[in-house]
């Protein structure tokens, strides 16, 4: 009869209702996206939790020291989270979005599939390309973020600013619009073997050579006596000291506008005068931040401390931290220390001696006397003076082993202070004294440099087997079931 035909479909169509909202539970319960597997010390809210635990939207993933973890999604996506690392899936959005609080992730996504990452203010999108899928790796460190691209298309999109990270490229997040790595910054203009690079702070390190490249994100570390003088686009020139660990994170010449990050070590700049409008040209160390406006500069960076001098032109010098107040201005022939806990010491005179030697100690082969003269010339000394001082480190900056002669310096610079207070040097006696004892202050300044380069050393091997450990884990935790959207071993 009609009238049972309607009234069996009518009870079809509630039956399949009541179905389906049987499936996706009540209306207020939280969307599953996946599961997690974990090893380690992997937490959900705060939350201890065991290989295989639901995911659901508005989940806060954490892991420990010596932990990793495996989101593996409903879209497809599989992120891997190394040890110490946060993401949240935000409720509200699709399946597959995540941010990125603090630490890295390896981000997997399908061809077809688009994931969003959002990492320090910015949102990159990840796709898979041509049958293939995309492999990328994203880190947060406070509020610098880099975006690095294994295989398929990566866009970055940030402050009205939209970048596509190719293959093998980096993209730095931060203050600004991205920028992406690998980008020439300059070449190799004079060396004193040993120095090397890291391409984009990964994989092998590579000897500097003469004319050699120097690209945005490169790891520039000298070794044992090794230093290297960078000649920027710009004009600029960088000579890094021996055991130092320098990175240009930024250089274009067109907006003038530079950054560069000194880990460890020396480092003296002569930067062209910045004349365009939003110009900049910046160095950070572990406590301090360096302002120049076209100005040859030195810079001594320990791990708690930065002596900070200006040798010509004005420097801008404040703590690294925003929560300490205080900013110093130095202009030619001034100094400055930073410490990791306080703002910079007030400015005080620069020493003729003091001077020479952290031209000599940056020396790469180039010729040293015009920056000798200009250094003196600054801080009040007659010609006849700088002459004088000119020829002695000149004749006595010689590389011998390897290393610019440290007796030959302390001569030079003995020299310089006798000349400026007007006292002669009648004695050779008094000579050998003066050197013996700078002598001993340089050894005594090399063998600081060596645990500080040691402990770097250390921690860049821990931070090596940390990313072994963790491969490790991913191989461990991969399901084998074809099709789940996993990171392959």
């Not at 009609?2 to 319960?29: R, T």
């Not at 400055?336 to 020396?363: H, K, M, R």
């Not at 991913?474 to 071993?489: E, F, K």
């Amino acid at each position: 009869m009609p009238g049972q035909g309607k009234l069996a479909k009518l009870v079809s169509a509630l039956l399949l209702a009541n179905i389906y909202a049987f499936a996706a539970g009540p209306a207020d319960a939280p969307r599953a996206l996946g599961y997690i597997a974990a090893k380690g010390s992997v937490l959900i809210d705060k939350q201890p939790v065991p290989s295989g635990t639901t995911l659901y939207a508005g989940d806060v993933i954490t892991t420990g020291k010596a932990s990793a973890a495996i989101l593996n999604l409903q879209s497809r996506t599989a992120a891997t989270l190394s040890e110490n690392s946060e993401v949240a899936l935000p409720a509200g959005t699709p399946s597959g979005h995540l941010t990125l609080r603090r630490g890295r992730v390896l981000i997997r996504s399908e061809a077809g599939q688009t994931v969003r990452v959002t990492v320090s203010g910015a949102s990159v999108l990840i796709s898979g390309e041509e049958g293939f899928p995309a492999l990328c790796r994203i880190a947060l460190v406070g509020d610098q973020g880099v975006v690095s691209t294994e295989q398929g298309r990566v866009e970055v999109h940030a402050r009205g600013a939209q970048i596509v990270v190719p293959p093998g490229k980096s993209a730095r997040l931060g203050a600004g619009s991205p920028q992406v790595a690998g980008q020439p910054a300059g070449k190799v203009s004079n060396s004193i073997p040993e120095a090397v690079r890291q391409q984009q702070g990964q994989g092998p390190e590579i000897t500097l050579r003469l004319n050699d490249g120097v690209n945005w994100e490169d790891m520039v570390r000298t070794l044992r006596n090794g230093r290297v003088r960078i000649a920027l686009l710009d004009g600029s020139f960088l000579n890094v000291g021996a055991r130092s660990q320098m990175r240009i994170t930024k250089h274009d010449p067109q907006s003038q506008q530079t950054e560069v990050e000194l880990k460890l070590g020396r480092l003296r700049g002569e930067v062209v005068k910045l004349t365009k409008a939003g110009s900049s040209f910046q160095v950070k160390t572990q406590t301090a931040v360096i302002g120049v406006v076209g100005t040859v500069f030195s810079i001594n960076a320990l791990a708690n401390s930065t002596q900070v001098s200006c040798l010509e032109g004005s420097l801008s010098v404040s703590n690294i931290k925003p929560s300490i107040q205080g900013r110093t201005q130095l202009n030619a022939g001034q100094t400055t220390n930073v410490p990791a806990t306080g703002p910079p010491s007030p400015p005080a005179g620069l020493t003729t001696a003091n001077a020479v030697q952290q031209v000599a100690q940056t020396s790469a082969g180039e010729a040293v006397a015009p920056q000798v003269s200009q250094a003196l010339q600054t801080l009040g000394a007659t010609q006849a003076q700088i002459a004088s001082t000119v020829a002695q480190v000149t004749t006595t900056t010689a590389v011998q082993g390897g290393l610019v002669g440290a007796n030959a310096v302390a001569a030079g610079a003995s020299g310089t202070s006798a000349a400026l207070s007007g006292v002669a040097m009648s004695r050779a006696g008094d000579a050998q004294t003066n050197i013996a004892q700078t002598q001993e202050t340089l050894n005594q300044a090399l063998s600081t440099a060596e645990d500080a380069a040691s402990a770097a050393t250390d921690a860049a091997n821990t931070a090596t087997a940390v990313d072994t450990a963790v491969q490790d884990v991913i191989q461990y935790l991969s399901p084998s079931t074809p099709g789940c959207g996993c990171v392959d071993p």
